[in-house]
């Protein structure tokens, strides 16, 4: 919503601005970018003595601080006030603003680490809430509680806001931070922060004498003189040294991911800025590189559901197609019988062209030995004929042990030895088989 830089080129009918200047814009979402187009009417002439970093934290944090302190909290000298996360952008704006007023007392929530910190900033009694129950030590201190509290988390903390309100005292909610704390988040965990948020009776706020407001800039936009005048005061509060906002650190556009998780685990002081000209940072050596929140353990409540709903609809197809192939089986079975009942009807198989090209020249050369061997038989035998036969054949065996199948005059020693050829051949060929499919199956 924020931002800070150099104007690069006007539109149409624009006044009181010109190209080069430094200046702050708003808009509702498109920011985090090297160049942004935004209405005229959101952008503001930043003070010479500013930098862009500064210049695109104050307006969101201190806009909000101002509206709720000043518009719905009315706060006046003497007041009292609470403000949660007093080391967040807010709470460092919120503390800044309410310091302007005289004699204002200012109870600040944070972990210890930060205590130092916020005290200087303004806040007059730091509060450990992870060891503390803050309502407790506020009533020690001021019995009567707190003229305004500032609620960003929503909850049950919302009903203790009401409780430690003072008579004609105001709690002013901007947030649900609770909704959205730790790892361990659910639909239940939501739905019960949302209606320990909203179970206020009209009826016990006018027995008490205590007011509830909700604020939201981004719902203000459009209310474009009353947000200039704000800001305009905020700006002059920062030329005056009233205010000056906390820079925790600036990433690169490219590490928006691990300038998110400093949020996300409160490990920041003031606001964490992004910046174009940044150049992305390494991790020191023996640091662990910054993990992005969305690659935790536990994801997001959406990412979840989304993996179960996948989850569900594969194995709905898985069924499907199991019960669609138990259904075709049967059908397909029955197809494959009748296949095999007509091959054996009709006593082949059907071949290739290639495979009966194949079959008709080795019946041809078969056809040819037979003839031959059955004009040898006719043949006159001469001794001298007889002897040389007699030595031929051995180098004419295997031609007649090829036809021995279909050669009805064959004798038992050549149907021996075609026996044991054709045992030779077939490990041979079952080995061709088997490292086939040993190549398939790799």
Known sequence: MEAAGVIEELGEDVSGLEVGQNVICLAQTG????IVAVPATNVFIMPDEMSYEEGAAIPLSYLTAYFMLFDFGNLRPGKSLLVHIAAGGVGWAATQLAKTVDNVTVFGTASASKHDAIKENGVDHPIDYRTRDYSEEIKNISPKGVDVVLDPLGGADTSKGLQLLRPMGKIV???SANMVKGE?????KMAKT???????????????????????????TGE???????FQDILNMYKDGKIK???????????????????????NIGKVILSPEKEPTKPAEGDAAPTSPLKKKKPSLFRRLSKRASRSKDEGEKKDEVKNAKKESPIKQEEQEKADDSKATNGHVQQTPEDEKIDDEAAKQTEEKVDEAVKQEEAPTEPDTQEEKKDEAPAEEPEKIEVA??????????????????????????????????????
């Open 31 to 34: 920011m985090w970018r090297e």
């Open 173 to 175: 909610t901007y947030g």
């Open 184 to 188: 361990n988040r659910n639909l239940m």
């Open 194 to 220: 949302l209606w320990q948020s909203t179970s206020v009776s009209p009826v016990s706020l006018v027995k008490t004498n205590k007011a509830i407001a909700g604020f939201q800039l981004a719902h203000l």
């Open 224 to 230: 474009i003189e009353l947000v200039r005048s704000a």
């Open 245 to 267: 906002p906390r820079i925790d650190s600036v990433w690169a556009f490219e590490q928006v991911a691990e300038a998110m998780q400093q949020m996300n685990e409160r490990r």
């Open 405 to 442: 199948v279909e050669n009805p005059a064959e004798t038992d020693d050549a149907k021996a030895a075609a026996a044991d050829i054709v045992a030779d051949e077939k490990p041979v060929e079952n080995e061709e088989k088997a490292d086939g499919v040993a190549s398939q199956e790799i």
